[in-house]
């Protein structure tokens, strides 16, 4: 795989509602451009404000709904813009060293698209399905209707992901986020992704997985990373649930996958109830503390960063919460918690000055239900971190921990010092 991930830290977004586009009444995706790109682009300082400098773009191509029901993958969808707002867009971030990652959807396409509309007539080799009784049945996605199943057995559906994905790439990006990737047989990938190797070597590939054996499907499929939702279950289930036993047992799960590959890491994205209502406000720093210290490529999800609330519910437009418009600059948010945004700042500088996190192992020095010592190090260099998700002071051990770089905890004796709902990060 490339070096740059290791150095990259991903701000992640869903575009569509980013920019206030209209997402649920239905669109037609030939109609009028509307230039709201724009908007991303007054964003992009904020970026390098927060130090980060990756933007994880949710769809951007033409579609009717949600932006997972694509109809041209060589097409920006004309709620958000066109290819001059695109190229903007990529020129703004390549400026700034900001890398940029597309949301490729190649399990499934809408049914407006041309590949799905030709079925009608026997011929399309691209949707998978069946003819019944002179009709075609297409597969569809997790029982989505609007999203039929393209047909990965087929040569041609393998030779049209690899021409999407080298026009963007020659286009300016850095590499894919293969959307549903667990959907799609890893064999479809070990035969595509090589074939985009070819001519772009630097790319790096981010499979979207939930379940399953991680470390497998990496070599089998050839893709470089992996959505780290178990840690991400880990964490929030052990703050949440006060049973940081849970959180302990995901990292050192976590720290097995390190032998094959770095996975993506995150504790909130476009698919989730946001991390300031699954833990409350208090407690996010503590899932912060965790995820820029264990190993992985770390993203944080637009919104995060002001501790912005919302769940997400199982129900139509049940994600539509957790993937709001935002203002038309950073100078215009007004419900910020500014604990979690200084939580987020100082973290992310500390996992900048030390890279060699990105693939370290992580010891678990002590753990309770409501306490937890952790410390990641390569070498002489390390970085503790003490955890109190209780009501009542705790304290743990230090674990050679020299000068607190984030939080509230104090050095006393070899042992650090935490307040109720305490928290605090170190370097040894």
């Given at each position: ?240 649930d006060a049973n940081l ?108 000055r030390k890279a060699w996190l990105w693939r370290a ?68």
């Amino acid at each position: 795989m490339p070096a740059w991930p290791e150095h990259v830290m991903w701000w992640h977004v869903y575009p569509l509602g980013f920019v206030g586009a209209p997402i649920r009444d239905g669109v037609d995706p030939d109609a009028e451009v509307v230039h709201r790109l724009d908007r991303l682009e007054a964003w992009l300082d904020h970026v390098i404000g927060l130090g980060l400098n990756g933007l994880l773009l949710g769809p951007v191509f033409a579609s009717e709904t949600h932006g997972y029901d694509t109809v041209d993958h060589f097409r920006i969808d004309p709620r958000l813009g066109d290819d001059g707002d695109i190229d903007r867009l990529l020129a703004a971030a390549r400026q700034r060293g900001i890398r940029v990652l597309f949301d490729g959807v190649f399990n499934h396409v809408g049914r407006a698209h041309p590949a799905f509309r030709s079925t009608t007539d026997k011929t399309s080799p691209l949707i998978r399905g069946r003819w019944i009784d002179g009709r075609f049945e297409a597969d569809v996605f997790e029982g989505h209707d609007a999203l039929v199943a393209l047909d990965h057995s087929s040569p041609a559906v393998a030779d049209l992901v690899v021409d999407i994905m080298c026009h963007w790439l020659e286009r300016g990006i850095d590499g894919w986020r293969l959307d549903a990737a667990y959907a799609v047989p890893t064999a479809f990938w070990a035969e595509v992704l090589p074939r985009v190797r070819e001519r772009f070597g630097d790319a790096w590939f981010l499979g979207e997985v939930i379940h399953g054996d991680a470390a497998d499907i990496v070599q089998s499929s050839t893709m470089d990373a992996l959505t780290q939702y178990e840690l991400w279950q880990g964490i929030w289930h052990g703050i949440s649930d006060a049973n940081l036993f849970e959180l302990s047992h995901a990292i050192e799960r976590h720290d097995e996958l390190l032998a094959t590959f770095a996975p993506q890491t995150f504790v909130g994205n476009h698919d989730v109830t946001r991390i300031a209502s699954a833990v409350g406000p208090d407690l996010v720093p503590h899932a912060l503390a965790v995820l820029f210290t264990v190993a992985g490529t770390p993203s944080v999800y637009a919104g995060d960063e002001f501790g912005w609330t919302a769940v997400k519910e199982e129900r139509e437009g049940g994600d539509d919460a957790v993937r709001p418009e935002f203002p038309a600059s950073p100078a215009q948010v007004d419900d910020v918690d500014e604990a979690i945004l200084e939580a987020h700042r100082a973290l992310i500088a500390l996992r900048r000055r030390k890279a060699w996190l990105w693939r370290a192992h992580t010891d678990v020095i002590e753990v309770a239900n409501t306490a937890i010592a952790l410390r990641t190090a390569i070498g002489d260099d390390a970085v503790v971190v003490a955890l109190n998700i209780g009501d009542d002071p705790v304290t743990l051990p230090a674990a050679d921990a020299r000068e607190r770089v984030a939080g509230d905890g104090n050095l006393v004796d070899g042992r650090v010092e935490l307040g109720p709902r305490g928290w605090a990060v170190f370097e040894a």
